[in-house]
């Protein structure tokens, strides 16, 4: 039975494209794909296709796509129902509370302001701490938000740490460890099962392979 999956476009495209390379599949055309969106593996039956991360739950969740590949920020932003299979290893950033040095959050009295593009984690966050705090959603520059004093705070990704420095702010604490991720359909988990095995232990073989490299 023929595969469909969902590959987040962007940030993790590069990684997710080298690791299927490196797996032996057929995904020249992904490698130079002009503003194609669809692509057929020339080795598989497999189908791939490019989407923003969020979009990529969608398309796993109504079974459009059998599996996808998404960051866990995605994931715990988006808790529906999937299954959470394997760990890429790659994509690896964080979510992290931050303010400006003045503004320690967790020594604030009062009412708390938290900017953030994930309103769902952040609530989570301060929910399990006791904190009441305000979520303002913001879909960009969150960095930008406590300097101009929209917020207190924010919850946001960090990966190299640059922006947060290069902006004043510091961080107060890790929220979640970030990688990409590889979530199936739970319905096509039962139909496609050995379709659907063989690519995960393709990739975790890959994975294994990489990550004994990095030591
Ligand atoms: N520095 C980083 N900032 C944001 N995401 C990162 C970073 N490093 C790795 N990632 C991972 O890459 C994924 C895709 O991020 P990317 O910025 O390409 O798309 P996006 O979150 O949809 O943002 P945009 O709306 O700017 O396209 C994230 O969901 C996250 O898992
Ligand atoms: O720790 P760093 O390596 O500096 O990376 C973290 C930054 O990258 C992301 O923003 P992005 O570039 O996606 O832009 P955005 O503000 O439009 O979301 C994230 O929201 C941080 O701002």
Not at 42 to 53: A, G, I, N, P
Not at 178 to 207: F, G, H, P, T, W
């Amino acid at each position: 039975m023929s595969l469909s999956i969902a590959l987040t476009k962007g940030r993790l495209e590069k990684n997710t494209v080298a690791l299927l390379e490196q797996c032996g599949y057929g995904i020249e055309s992904l490698k130079d794909k002009g503003r194609a969106l669809v692509f057929q593996d020339t080795k598989k039956d497999v189908r791939y296709f490019l989407v923003k991360s969020n979009d990529c739950i969608t398309y796993v969740v109504h079974g459009v796509a059998d599996l996808g590949i998404v960051g866990k920020d995605t994931i715990l932003e988006n808790p529906q129902d999937y299954y959470e299979m394997l760990d890429l290893e790659c994509g690896k950033c964080k979510f992290i509370v931050a303010s400006l040095p003045e503004n320690d959050l967790f020594h604030k009295v009062g009412h708390i302001k938290i900017g953030t593009k994930y309103p769902s984690v952040a609530k989570d966050y301060f929910l399990k701490r006791n904190m009441d705090v305000e979520i303002i959603k913001i879909d960009g520059s969150v960095e930008l938000a406590p300097i101009l004093g929209l917020c207190d705070g924010i919850v946001d990704i960090m990966e190299t740490g640059t922006t947060l420095k290069e902006n004043g702010l510091v961080v107060l604490d890790t929220v979640h460890e970030i990688s990409a991720r590889v979530i199936v359909n739970k319905a096509a988990y039962k139909l496609k099962r050995e379709e659907i095995m063989n690519v995960l232990q393709d990739l975790q073989r890959m994975v294994n392979q990489n990550v004994k490299k990095d030591r």
